[in-house]
Structures are given as structure tokens and as C-alpha cells.
């Protein structure tokens, strides 16, 4: 099943973002103010991951998306770049059993090649053991780009069909590699920079920008419902004027 696109159908809005994807950015910086190797942010961020998948099974969000690794950040010095990944073996390894009896589905996406042979296996071991869990999907985008992701899909598409000469939107959108989960309704970015640093470059065309200055390591359920009010205070036209929806909501 896919979900509708926001360009080409106006989806539906609920009080509670359906999904909600997160730039963690700011463990580096947590971790200079206290005097700590950067590494320590990273593993004190792993924690809020935790604290956030449990806000987001209370509060009824159905996805939660998290950018752990964007493909540009291999151009970090080699030492954070191999801290990084040990860091995401342990959590897999020490998490998926966790996750799996409190009914979540794990997803990694990204371009998983340059992987090791033993991160992958993790990988899919923690997929094919969480796959039918419905509660909540966690997506961890892991060597990802949102350039990545278009030019993947575009390619598959092509290969699929190599007699069509001019594609569409519905024809592309099933080979992007987060084809099962509706566009994300919130978008959240810690750390202060106001930039989607290479994310879901397609699938935010009409999510909520958040930005707020906190550090991932301190982004708790609290910083989670401060997100979701000044969600539900905005206004989602989707192109539409504001008197347009006044008259949606009188005939409702
Ligand atoms: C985000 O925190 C985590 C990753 C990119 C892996 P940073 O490591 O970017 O932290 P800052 O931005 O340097 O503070
Ligand atoms: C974005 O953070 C990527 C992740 C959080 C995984 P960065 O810290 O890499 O972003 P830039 O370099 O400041 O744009
Ligand atoms: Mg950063």
C-alpha cells in the first residue's frame, strides 16, 4: 500500500502529527560545552533517541524518522565516522528485543553498501523480527540523502520501465526508499541550524518546519510536546487560501 501524495491529493490532517521526522542534530556541541569528546554526545544522543520513541508511542504517532547519518557526514574524521557506527550496532544489538516486545517496527534506510558484512546482518535481523509490528515505525536513515534517495528511485524506476520516455510523480514516488510511510506531517531540527542538510528532499514538501535550539541529548518528551503545539497552532493550506478552509470546517 502507498500512501497519497501531498502534491497531488490534499491529504488528510490530524491533531496528532502522523509522522514525525527529526534532523538530531548537536551531540557534538553538547559535549564540547561539558568538556566531553564529541563521542560522548553521540552516545548520550542514543538516549534521547529512546526517551523519543517513547514520547512518540504515548502521544499516537504512528512514524517517527530520525537522520542518524547523512551521506555527507563520512567526510568527518575517520575515528567519529567508525565511533558512530559502533555506537549504531550497539543500540540494534542492545535495543531490538526492547522494540520488539513494545510493538515497533525498525527500518533502516539508506544506501547500506559501504556497510560492514556485521552492521548489515543487524540490520536485517532487527527488520525481519519487527516487520509485522504496528504500534509505531522507527525509521533510522543511515548513510542517507534526500539526493540519494531521488536519484535511486529514478534509476529503479527507469530500469522497471524502459520503454516510457517521460515518467510522473505516482510512477516515481513507489521506488523512494520510504515509499511506506505517509509524508511527514513534522518536521523537527535540534541543534539551532535552520537547514534540511540533504533529508527527505522530496517528502517534505508540505511538512511543518520546527526548529529549536536545544541539543539532541536534551531534546525530551517535554521539547516533544512544545514541537507538536506549535504544530497544531499552524495553519496547512497545501496551496489553498485560508478562507478556502474556513469554508471546509462551517461544512463539516
Ligand atoms: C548530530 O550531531 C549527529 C550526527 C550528525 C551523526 P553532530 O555530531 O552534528 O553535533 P554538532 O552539530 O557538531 O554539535
Ligand atoms: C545533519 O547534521 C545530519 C544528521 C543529523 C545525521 P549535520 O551536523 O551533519 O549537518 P550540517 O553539516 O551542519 O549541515
Ligand atoms: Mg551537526
Redesign the pocket.
Known sequence: MSYPSSTLQIPDTTCVPRHVAI???GNGRWATQRYLPRVAGHAKGVEAVRAAVKACISRGVGYLTL????S??WRRPADEVSMLMRLFAAALEREVDKMHANGIRLRVVGDLSRFDARLLQLIEQAENKTQSNDRLTLTICANYGGRWDLMQATNRMVAAHPETNEYTEAELAPYLAMAYAPEPDLFIRT?G?Q?I?N?LLWQLAYTELYFTETFWPDFDADALDAAIISYQQRERRFGRTSAQLVEIRKAS
Open positions: 534532523i538530531m542534530d537522520f542518524a547519518f547523512s555527507e557526514n541543534g541550524e537547514r542538510s533529508f
